[in-house]
């Protein structure tokens, strides 16, 4: 059985990878992408999901735009160096193949409520957003969720935004503190983890020569353009740990989410009043990099 999932994303290079390792790999049933901005506005994040879906010939899937600005807070322009200001450091997509769809979270909530209880995971790659209006505005469909998988955050690892603090958590802290605390069962795919899963230039090379392996070869090797050595491979961990809990080992942490106006909000904190949260704190790099190729064939 495949499994129901919805992707919400900002991509992106390594959400570009996440979602064509999902629509790849042949296990997921992707029932919609909605966007939100992050590592650029919305229209790029939107138009590039779109592209992605056109590469792998996917009209029958929808983009759903999202929320453009964070829960409370300003958009910040800090991301352009990663990712370029087009989100994909300039790699060409063909043209999207539909009109994007208006307004995820009502689009998410309409989904949901049409489903059986547990069965649609909602994999998160970007500022948490559009989750967050949902869990907040529709509470009576938490129920139809089975879990919720987020890259964000980081406990033992150095922050990328701020000095203890991770850009998806950062760019929006009040939707990570929403989305945390919420009695959806949520997993948290952190830096502490997705920095062990790197892509290295002679990984990236031996990707199989199909379309969309050829495509992830080109978006993993402008990733790499910096002169470093190796990349990590932050938001395919999520898809990961979606199909092979077992290559990640999680703890329950209690945790809240700094929601103050220092260069640090966004920082998860360990908190004894705070909700118990699953969190990967190990992964079995080697593993994981061995299935992610297999999206790829
Ligand atoms: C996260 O931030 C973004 O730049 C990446 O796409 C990933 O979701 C890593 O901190
Ligand atoms: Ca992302």
């Given at each position: 059985m495949k499994k129901r999932v919805i992707i919400d994303t900002d991509p992106g290079l390594d959400d570009a990878i996440a979602i064509l390792f999902a629509l790849g790999c042949g296990k997921f049933d992707v029932l919609g992408l909605t966007t939100v901005a992050g590592n650029i506005g919305l229209d790029r994040t939107t138009g590039n999901a779109g592209g992605l879906l056109a590469v792998m010939g996917r009209s029958d899937i929808p983009v759903i735009r999202g929320a453009d600005i964070p829960l409370t807070r300003e958009l910040q322009d800090l991301i352009a160096i990663v990712h370029g200001t087009d989100g994909l450091k300039g790699v060409p997509l063909p043209e999207p193949l539909a009109t994007p769809l208006d307004n995820a979270p009502d689009w998410i909530a309409r989904t949901l409520a049409a489903?059986?209880?547990?069965?649609i995971d909602i994999l998160a790659l970007g500022p948490l957003t559009n989750v967050a209006h949902v869990l907040t505005e529709h509470?009576?469909?938490?129920?139809?969720?089975?879990e919720i998988i987020v890259m964000g955050g980081t406990i033992n690892e150095p922050g990328n935004s701020g000095p203890n603090s991770e850009f998806n958590f950062a760019t929006d802290p009040e939707a990570a503190s929403v989305v945390i605390g919420s009695p959806a069962k949520v997993t948290i795919i952190p830096l502490d983890v997705t920095r062990k899963v790197r892509a290295q230039i002679d990984y990236v090379e031996a990707l199989p020569d199909t379309q969309h392996g050829r495509l992830a070869r080109e978006l993993l090797t402008v990733y790499l353009?910096?002169?470093?050595q190796s990349r990590p491979l932050h938001d395919p961990c999520v898809m990961l740990a979606s199909l092979e809990p077992s290559i990640f080992t999680v703890e329950s942490l209690k945790l809240d989410v700094?929601?103050?106006?220092?260069?640090?909000?966004g920082r998860l904190l360990i908190d004894r009043r705070g909700k118990p949260v699953d969190v990967a704190l190990g992964v079995d790099a080697e593993r994981a990099l061995a299935l992610l190729r297999t999206g790829f064939v």
């Open positions: 489903a059986e209880p547990g069965s509470p009576e469909l938490m129920d139809r969720i089975g353009q910096d002169g470093r700094d929601l103050g106006d220092d260069p640090d909000a």
